[in-house]
């Protein structure tokens, strides 16, 4: 279903059973999945895919050219999963480097006014309140949540089932299973709704607390408290997942 006011050029490729609302704009080298719904306004251009059962809601701005000045033109593409919700002006835009591409899972929940920028990486389950801003290059792992009015700095990484506060300046790495919040944001102690709502078991809660006091309040060295949490912990895997993702950190963690 395309309502007579949309623009939609004869080169986009449409799936089956797609609904695009009024005014909608889909520019030439877009796909879209079967099964998507854009209300109405929506702008949808550049080398954009998206699957299927996408939901976009009025005014959302998807795959258009980075804002970066550092775009010296090529193909840049943006790659969007399944069953996504945008909310309202919620903006997404392509990477800035030839063949580059910005990346988006499936499952996430894209509240209103948020923005992802160039060549962010996003993973599944993820949760954008209102307004949340991520910066170019900045990685989500999955079922993370970006609280209103965040601000997340470029090349910057959102650890697993961490949650980022209202409010917040993430200026480094948010460690997976962690709360911060504040300017500068700070760990403040574990996710512990969020593992349970995910399913975490309680040995492996219970080993992440203990975890967060190595790292996290014991005035150790990032290297010295994670040698301990290997020595000392049970090696689930939400525990080789925190270790792996803090040694690997190359801005440093929010402490």
């Known amino acids: 279903m395309i309502h007579p006011t949309a623009v939609v050029h004869p080169k986009a490729e449409i799936g089956a059973d797609c609904e695009i609302g009024p005014y909608c704009v889909i520019g030439e ?3 879209l999945g079967h099964d998507c719904r854009l209300h109405s306004h929506v702008v949808i251009d550049g080398h954009t895919r998206l699957g299927h059962s996408n939901e976009i809601f009025p005014f959302a701005s998807i795959g258009l050219q980075t804002q970066d000045l550092k775009w010296k033109g090529g193909i840049t593409r943006t790659e969007i999963g399944d069953d996504n919700t945008f ?17 988006v899972g499936s499952h996430n929940h894209i509240l209103a006014y948020s923005h992802i920028a160039h060549n962010a990486t996003l993973g599944n389950h993820i949760i954008m309140s209102n307004v949340a801003t991520l910066a170019g290059h900045v990685l989500v ?9 965040a601000a997340v700095h470029q090349f910057c990484r959102i650890g697993k089932m961490a949650l980022i506060g209202g ?9 997976p299973f962690m709360i911060v919040d504040g300017n500068p944001a700070e760990t403040r102690t574990v996710n512990k709704v969020g593992m349970e709502r995910n399913g975490v078991s309680e040995d492996a809660q219970a080993a992440l607390r203990q975890a967060y006091k190595v790292l996290f309040r014991e005035g150790l060295a990032s290297s010295n408290a994670l040698a301990r949490i290997e020595a000392e912990l049970e090696a689930f895997p939400e525990i080789q997942h925190l270790v792996h993702f803090v040694r690997a950190s190359e801005r440093g963690i929010s402490k």
């Open 167 to 175: 409010c917040s300046k993430v200026v480094q790495d948010v460690v």
């Open 141 to 149: 792992e999955d079922r993370a949540v970006v609280g209103g009015l």
């Open 29 to 31: 080298n877009v796909i």
């Open 87 to 103: 909310r309202e002006y919620v903006t997404i835009h392509s990477a800035t480097g030839d063949g580059e591409a910005t990346v």
